[in-house]
């Protein structure tokens, strides 16, 4: 059964960095695409960033474009999202998500969701 877990969430100051990581087990990289989501009270969940095996692709919103990273541990079953640079405007729920194939922006296209790390960023 698929499952996708984040971490890694927490309370940093402007200009700080944090490293999230989304645990997943059912699947492999191999046929799977995994994105990082976000969304903050009372907006929509808006794409970050997304991974796939094939081709070792990976996508970034323009929001996380020079601040964010993301990348993999095929060993461990890990994606992760290293963000630096943080901003007021990064604080949201995270979430991890996993589809077949490609990856897109589109919510409605991903198939399974973890339950979401909150990311705070404020002085």
């Known amino acids: 059964q698929v499952q996708l877990v984040e971490s890694g969430g927490g309370l940093v100051q402007p200009g700080g960095s944090l490293r999230l990581s989304c645990v997943f087990s059912?699947?492999?990289?191999?046929?799977?695409?995994i994105a990082w989501f976000r969304q903050a009270p009372g907006k929509e969940r808006e794409g970050v960033s997304c991974i796939r095996k094939r081709n070792e692709g990976t996508y970034y919103a323009d929001s996380a474009k020079a601040r964010f990273t993301i990348s993999r541990d095929n060993a461990k079953n890990t994606v992760y999202l290293q963000m630096n640079a943080l901003k007021p405007e990064d604080t949201a729920v995270y979430y991890c998500?996993?589809?077949?194939?490609?990856?897109?922006?589109?919510?409605?296209?991903?198939?399974?969701w973890g339950q979401g790390t909150q990311v705070t960023v404020s002085s």
């Open positions: 998500a996993a589809r077949r194939y490609l990856c897109s922006a589109y919510i409605g296209q991903y198939d399974y």
């Open positions: 059912g699947f492999t990289l191999d046929y799977h695409s």
